[in-house]
């Protein structure tokens, strides 16, 4: 009788095993762990911007159309976010990202909850998944281009919380959340040479320029990449790249009468500026450099250089060329800062080739004696930077920064010191604390003319100086403008040491015009009073205008807080 036992063969593939669940758990932990910290709290950092993106669901599942009538008073001018087209208000920006925060709506919807008045946050959680999935497929990209698992692990950790993924595109349903999406989505497929893989590429890359339409530069590059290296599923790369182009060209067809638009109003005239002057703005200026609010991408500048050594994958080329077409179009930009927004909004897209590029030359550099101190510090610095955007943001900064851009370059007054100075306060929504204040400080101005009653938002305003949080250091002076359909306007400033000033200088703003023209006439509309300072202590001192026109009717700018010797 044979009694010797059946041996099982030895697993040959349990190390595999093990190496790909663990691989699987970090995944896990790659979209949780970003999504509860962008979640956490409720903080949503929209704008303007995202105002379609937040309403589209609503307007979706209550009228069953994409145009934003419900949302507006008929007669009144439209805010820049919207265009009227043959009588229908639509979307001054892509579509893409309100319907991608269809879903949440749905889904909220059905458990009976009110959505327009819980939109910012539902449009949280679409940013955060949408980022979330992002710093996903940025960890497996890495493992597919070579770095190690613990080389992986830090490239993602970097890529969420040493930019403005996490204090922006997380933070807000901007364009930028989608995009990151699909390129990273992309940059996922295109890792591997295998047919289906560059196939579905071509559908991430054509939603990526669909969602917004400066990726294009980068979608150019890596197409160009797909077609000299990856040329097995060539063809239904661009099939699947024609389904997003035909969808859009239905919804511009049905809404703006022509297929071939983007439907986001750009004109070549937004792009003459000085290309030294917005190319040094995007990197180093203080208060939006690339470099500044994400210091350890300074290691990509010799990482591009390396990029192009003989041997060096091809890809890394290709990206390092994509980041130059896109840094040559948004340093022609007349608006280069990118408006109201925290750090480089506008080339957040570029974060996750950069991250890329750097990850690839990983090994050279840490064969270098304090390369890695270096980045270890830089690193630091920029999640440092990161959480006063996620946390403190805003600081008062972009108070009128469209008009004031020389404050770009301003040290004393650089967002991120006075976002410090916020958190050093204890926060509040002018970056200072009543409760516990450092130094003298007045009281908010009571009101004058202003009542509940009487007050009008009709009312066309802005005050311009002084700015939130400034420090005034001779004479205070207070400058605006303000307007009526109904006739003059009545100024009075208001301080909060209780003394009120009526005697305010009238002049011409000809150039409010030119950015409001539904002003009318700008005669006369300006308003500036020069305040001499009583010297004495520096004390935290407050400010408000109030406007009033010839029916009685009363609007409040302000309290504005700041710190003077008045």
């Known amino acids: 009788m044979d009694d010797r036992r059946e041996v099982a063969p030895p697993d040959t593939h349990s190390g595999e095993g093990v190496k790909r669940r663990r691989v699987a758990l970090v995944s896990l932990a790659a979209f949780f762990v970003p999504f509860v910290v962008l979640i956490a709290g409720g903080r949503y950092l929209g704008s303007g911007d995202t105002v379609p993106a937040e309403l589209l669901p609503i307007s979706v599942l209550g009228d069953g159309d994409l145009a934003f009538d419900e949302f507006v008073q008929p007669g009144l001018p439209l805010p820049y976010w919207y265009q009227r087209v043959e009588g229908r208000v639509l979307s001054s920006y892509p579509i893409l990202p309100g319907l991608l925060n269809l879903p949440v709506y749905a889904v909220a919807r059905v458990f009976g909850v009110l959505l327009y008045p819980e939109r910012f946050f539902l449009s949280l959680l679409t940013s955060a998944w949408l980022v979330a999935f992002s710093v996903v497929f940025m960890h497996r990209c890495l493992l597919r281009l070579g770095s190690s698992e613990g080389e992986a692990a830090l490239f993602t950790c970097s890529y969420f919380f040493g930019t403005t993924v996490w204090s922006v595109a997380g933070k ?7 995009s990151l999406f699909f390129l990273t989505l992309a940059l996922f497929l295109l890792a591997r040479d295998r047919p289906r893989s560059t196939a579905l590429a071509g559908f991430a890359i054509a ?6 339409p400066s990726n294009l530069l980068i979608a150019l590059a890596l197409t160009v990449f797909a077609v000299g290296y990856r040329r097995r599923g060539l063809a239904r790369y661009f099939a699947l ?28 005239g ?22 500044i609010f994400s210091p350890f991408l300074l290691f990509c500048i010799p990482a591009a250089v390396m990029a192009f050594r003989i041997g060096e994958p091809p890809l890394s080329r290709y990206l390092v060329v994509a980041v130059m077409f896109e840094l040559a179009l948004y340093s022609r930009w007349n608006n280069w800062w990118g408006g109201h927004t925290f750090g480089y909004r506008i080339l957040i897209e570029l974060v996750p080739l950069l991250v890329l590029i750097l990850a690839r030359q990983w090994k050279r550099f840490a064969a270098v004696r304090g390369a890695m101190p270096a980045f270890g510090t830089l690193l630091s610095l920029s999640i440092a930077v990161q959480a006063l955007g996620a946390w403190v943001f805003p600081s008062g900064f972009n108070t009128n920064i469209d008009r004031e851009p020389w404050r770009l370059w301003s040290l004393p007054e650089a967002e991120l010191v006075l976002d410090v100075r916020k958190l050093a306060r204890g926060g509040g929504p002018t970056g200072l604390s009543d409760s516990a204040p450092v130094m003298p400080h007045d009281a908010d101005p009571m009101p004058a003319w202003w009542s509940a009653e009487a007050d009008d938002d009709s009312i066309l305003c802005h005050l311009d100086r002084p700015r939130v949080g400034a420090f005034v250091r001779k004479e205070l002076i207070v400058t605006g403008w303000a307007a009526s359909g109904d006739g003059p306007v009545d100024v009075q400033v208001l301080l909060g040491s209780g003394e009120v000033i009526s005697a305010v200088t009238r002049h011409d703003r000809l150039d409010v015009c030119g950015v409001f023209p539904q002003v009318g006439d700008c005669r006369r509309i300006g308003f500036a009073v020069t305040i001499p300072s009583k010297g004495g202590r520096l004390r935290e001192s407050a400010v408000s205008v109030e406007l009033r026109n010839v029916q009685g009717h009363v609007r409040r700018l302000g309290p504005v807080r700041f710190y003077w010797r008045g």
Not at 245 to 251: C, E, G, Q, R
Not at 275 to 285: C, D, H, I, V
């Open 172 to 178: 807000g349903l901007f364009q930028h959340g989608p």
């Open 207 to 212: 939603m990526a320029v669909l969602n917004r």
């Open 241 to 268: 790249a024609a389904i997003p182009a035909t969808l859009h060209m239905l919804y511009a067809w049905t809404y703006f009468g022509t297929p071939l638009t983007s439907s986001q109003p750009i004109t070549i």
């Open 270 to 291: 937004q792009f003459n500026g000085s290309w030294t002057e917005g190319l040094a703005g995007l990197l180093l200026s203080p208060s939006r450099g690339f470099f």
